[in-house]
């Protein structure tokens, strides 16, 4: 248990749904991180929020949208999704601040994603 | 960006050998990161090691920053070390890049 869920464990959707990954971090965290790993891939980081504002975004398809409620909870909503956007979609926060301060990432099962 | 390499990319070992894990990366850090993704996917912590060494039980892990690298050491290794071990590095950004990873078996 590392202090960040992420609900649901396993998804399949079709081309055409709408669908949304939910994370949760119970770490008293600041930042929080969605990235992406394909089968025998590293894992890429697609979005970072700090203090609730999107720090970067790695240049990831519209079709990927994320939203950051408050510093606790990151959402990944999914719309037309293409088969090769099949993957394990992992989450992780950090203590984050201000002046680009790094520290450790906790990060949680992820979310295995697939697209028919 | 910083390239980060891993090596060896695939370790098999028999149950209570040692191992030494690599990192390589192409430009100066201020952070670096050792996880363990297990076969069910979860990544876990290992060490924060931007610099110097550090020992948690069975594994240790040194970082030569000047250098340009990272070393992780397994010693005698279990069948609960199976999985891919990945670096991370960031050079004062949000922006984590992670190595290709080093996937290992345990024999028993």
Redesign the interface.
Known sequence: ETGVTQTPRHLVMGMTNKKSLKCEQHLGHNAMYWYKQSAKKPLELMFVYNFKEQTENNSVPSRFSPECPNSSHLFLHLHTLQPEDSALYLCASSQGGSGGAVDTQYFGPGTRLTVL | GIQ?EQSPPDLILQEGANSTLRCNFSDSV??L?W?HQNP??????LF?IPSGTKQNGRLSATTVATERYSLLYISSSQTTDSGVY?C?V?S??????????TRLKVLA
Do not use: D, E, S
């Not at chain 2, 069910?40 to 912590?45: A, V």
């Not at chain 2, 004062?92 to 990873?101: A, D, M, Q, R, V």
């Open positions: 980060v201020n952070n990161q996880f069910w996917g979860q990544l876990i912590n924060y990945f991370a960031t004062g950004t949000y922006k984590y890049i992670f190595g290709t990873g």
